[in-house]
């Protein structure tokens, strides 16, 4: 079987106004839908970033792909190699580390990937996690993924969970998402107030859920100085902290201070950075992100790595949809070498371009899907609504600093702020 | 389609009195034959050694995988190191580096995973290396593997490659290797010799070859200053040196002066020893090997770390049959960072298991076998001939060194003893 038609469609999806170091999340987010046509029915699904700039290297791509077979999964590297070449797709949020060449590639391969493995699994009748070396576990752990929010969009009324902007709201916050989901972890994102003010809102959720493991992420917006002092306050709260400073090196001197592991998906997000993080002792924990890495197979590399340089591993997620959740799940399911709970934005979005009710939480936890490839299936109205939703929408890639500057004209989204 | 019978077949084929640093080959070479059943005609190959110690293991793990799914490689791994746990597999040539847990595990699961991946083919109708990724290269280059050898095992009649124990015995090997198999590259096995003697081979090699890359492999029976002058005496002439010296500490102390990359299947031979390797840069070049490294997919994932940190990748071999060639030529086959050609003995036997024809040398590369799977077919007549040679030749595990001192009883194989 070999592709022999490719549609991208950009889409878009209501999201919340979920603040950052960056800035703050557009009221829609952008994707890209891949459906891979292989003949006689067979399509396989991906799903990656929306931005304009990608959906150009995309749209490349898919022509290039055209007549590639479903298992060659190296020859759509090289052929993504060949047709993109040097080209660097740069997001406009910073919040998945410095852009280059290789993540940029990696990046197009993933969302082919994805594709590709979902028609392999939907032609011999077998899950992809099971395709991906065997699946070592049947649900997959995630983390309540909790943010500073406004209560609504500027001009917009409230939304559904409300204003976050302190402890008590942050609180509130993870109760909800944990009677909702049962998650059993936490992850406070954070990079949004002054360290100390966090640090409050951090203290107060380890006193108000005092058996789940707890991580903090202020996307590497504190000086080394200020990552030392907040990693020892830290001692025994947090599972681990997550990119308190920018760079390897800075990353390095802040993990020899610290109490528990750093982890990181900013200074280590392809296979160039490796060696030096590994060099200088930067991180003990690697938030993987098939979308970033190269595709589900790729990102079972990195764990591999990982196991061998005693690392931990988790994993990194950006808003997305059902698609890449279940790729997610797959690629998670079928990692032995995964130490801790996934992230997902899963809960901060209402809508979705697949047929509902295959990906559900229980426990905290998503089973992997039981139908061939990915197990999930497009809806063809709802993405039909969704690509209007993108059309009418007007925004065009990510940039969660202008949309905040639309309220704080003077804020300037710089690392190692505090 | 789950594993419903495992037969595990001990072969013997006759081989040439080669020398090494341990001793000198047996008249036969063992290996184990798997047959792994699963089902409605469904038979996956597999081969690895034979000596009786890892011939017990390997009957343990065979019952231990009944019930196993065709996919599940994870579940293999799981299998494989709940049934054998510490167990540790010492072979007695030692030419492979250390004897450990780990590699014992990944010993074990590697002649599973070769048969679950023949047999995935025959299900699909695929080959191994295209369902390991896709095949990056159609044929797969091989080294003419030079030994110096005696004439004739004591008391046989000389075999037809004759005697080699001088330049000029090693160089007319080699003319006859690359006039018969078309090999563009060439590989002496030292550590016979005094070290200078050797060299004396190496340089005439050289010059009649001056086009060939050229490689030595002395099995690290030479001290850190002798590596360090032997390795400047041969700037220029040498495409790598390897295992010059024994140890992680030795060969990094050689890298530092050596003008050509330092290689290894000796210091670096599974994943807990990749760490301190690269920390201390005691490789330029890894030989894997899919027998000991756990299979093809984490051999690939070698080749994948060794691109990481900038390593060189190429193959060891030992003495095989067909079904590990197809199995050695599938996995380079399909792994884009190969950097060197390949080792093989394939020159070096004259019988076989599998049904002739499938794989041969054409300007010394094998092509990928065409058929679904691994691509050989098991000749059950021949099994059943090299099984029964196997019975008669009361052999029961690879000892070069006790076979050597039948003729020189004072021999020692130490390392470092030059």
């Known amino acids: 079987m070999h592709v022999k038609d490719v549609v991208v469609t950009p889409v878009a999806f209501a999201d919340h106004p979920l603040l950052n170091s960056m800035g703050v ?10 459906q891979v046509d292989f003949g006689d029915g067979l399509v396989g699904l991906g799903e990656s970033y929306g931005d304009d700039a990608f959906l150009s290297l995309l749209d490349v791509v898919a022509t290039a792909v055209i007549g590639l077979d479903v298992l060659d999964l190296n020859g759509l590297r090289r052929c993504v190699a060949a047709t993109v070449g040097e080209a660097t797709f740069r997001d406009r949020h910073g919040l998945t580390g410095a852009a280059s060449g290789p993540k940029t590639l990696a990046s197009l391969c993933s969302a082919f990937e994805v594709a590709f493995l979902d028609a392999q699994g939907k032609l011999t009748g077998r899950r992809v996690s099971d395709l991906l070396g065997g699946t070592v576990r049947e649900a997959v752990a995630f983390s309540a993924y909790l943010f500073y929010k406004w209560g609504a969009h500027p001009g917009q009324p409230e939304d559904d969970w409300g204003e976050a902007l302190d402890a008590d709201g942050v609180v509130r916050q993870a109760r ?18 002054p360290p100390d003010d966090e640090l409050e809102a951090v203290v107060e959720l380890a006193r108000a859920f005092p058996d789940l493991p707890l991580r903090w992420d202020p996307n590497a917006v504190w000086t080394v100085p200020t990552s030392c002092r907040v990693a020892k306050a830290t001692a025994g709260i947090l599972e681990y902290l997550e990119d308190p400073t920018s760079g390897r090196i800075g990353m390095a001197e802040v993990a ?19 060696p030096e993080a590994i060099e200088l002792g930067s991180i003990g924990v690697l938030l993987s992100d098939h979308h970033y890495w190269g595709g589900p197979r790729p990102t079972q590399v990195v764990a591999d790595i990982c196991e061998t340089f005693g690392i931990g591993l988790s994993m990194h997620s950006n808003s997305h949809l059902g698609i890449s959740l279940a790729a997610m799940v797959h690629t998670a399911a ?48 709802a993405l039909g609504r969704l690509h209007e ?3 009418r929408s007007g925004i065009r890639r990510r940039d969660d600093t202008t949309y905040f500057r639309t309220v704080h004209p003077d804020f300037s989204p710089d690392l190692n702020r505090w």
Not at 182 to 193: D, I, R, T
Request: charged residues 20%; contains cysteine; glycine residues 8%.
């Open 389 to 391: 939703q993108y059309v």
């Open 256 to 274: 020899r201070e610290a109490p528990m592991p750093l982890a990181t998906n900013m200074c280590v997000v392809s296979f160039p950075d490796i």
């Open 334 to 381: 079928s990692t032995p070498h995964l130490t801790y709970a996934c992230d997902t934005h899963w809960p901060w979005k209402d809508e979705d371009v697949i047929v509902d009710g295959v990906l559900t939480f229980v426990d905290g936890e998503v089973a992997v899907p039981s139908g061939p490839g990915l197990g999930v299936e497009l809806d063809p109205d």
């Open 176 to 193: 909800r998402m944990i009677e909702q989901y049962g998650f059993s972890s936490l992850k406070l994102k954070g990079g949004v107030l």
């Open 25 to 34: 999340h557009q009221p829609f987010a952008l994707r890209s839908i891949l």
